[in-house]
Every structure is written in structure tokens, then in C-alpha cells.
Nanobody, 124 residues
């Protein structure tokens, strides 16, 4: 059974930083995709960033502020979030999958495994 566990969320003032972590157990995603999505209250889930091989797409809204990275030895993906804005407030979900092609990295439906989510709240 695959399990994704996120950590690192919290409350931060605008302009601050947070680092999210997501560790997978049950199988290795070394050759697969790991990424982050978020869902704000009353809104649909949206893509944030993902990594597979040399591909690291970002949502336009976070480009230049967020950085995704992976430690394949630890089966862990990170999301460093800088210059946070109130509109970044959301539950952040880690996602992982093995059967994604580069063109589908932004598509949440393409990921087979999801974490439980971690709350990020940015105050103004």
C-alpha cells in the first residue's frame, strides 16, 4: 500500500516562507512523477508544481516564488515556498504516480496516489 505523508504547513505572514515535505512509502517513485496541488476554500483543486526526470513545470501563479525538489533516496518531494501571499492560502496536497507523461504532469487526474493534505495559511 502506497502512503504519502505531508508535513511543513502552518501559519505565516505575507512575505514569509514555508517548506513542505512529502514522503512516500510502499513503493519507490524514483522514475515517476511527484508533485503538489492545492485547494483553497470554495475553489477547485489546482496544480502547483511537479517533477519527473528533467521536467519541472510550475503554475504561473507560483513561478519564481516556489521551488520543487526531490530526494529520490528518501522518496521525498519538497516545496520551498517564498514570498508567500494571502492568495497562497490553501490545503496543499502531495501527489505521485508512475504512468504520467510530461504532458500530463499538470493534470491531477493522472496521479494515482495522494496525501492527506497540509494546511498553509498566509496572513496579510
Amino acid at each position: 500500500q502506497v502512503l504519502l505523508v505531508e508535513s511543513g504547513g502552518g501559519l505565516v505572514q505575507a512575505g514569509g516562507s514555508l517548506r513542505l515535505s512529502c514522503t512516500a512509502s510502499g513503493r519507490s517513485f524514483r522514475s515517476g512523477a511527484m508533485g503538489w496541488f492545492r485547494q483553497a476554500p470554495g475553489k477547485e483543486r489546482e496544480f502547483v508544481a511537479s517533477m519527473k526526470g528533467g521536467s519541472t513545470p510550475y503554475a504561473d501563479s507560483v513561478k519564481g516564488r516556489f521551488t520543487i525538489s526531490r530526494d529520490n533516496a528518501k522518496n521525498t518531494v519538497y516545496l520551498q515556498m517564498n514570498s508567500l501571499k494571502p492568495e497562497d492560502t490553501a490545503v496543499y496536497y502531495c501527489a505521485a504516480g508512475m504512468s504520467l507523461i510530461t504532458a500530463s504532469l499538470r493534470n491531477g487526474a493522472a496521479y494515482a496516489h495522494w496525501g492527506q493534505g497540509t494546511q498553509v495559511t498566509v496572513t496579510s
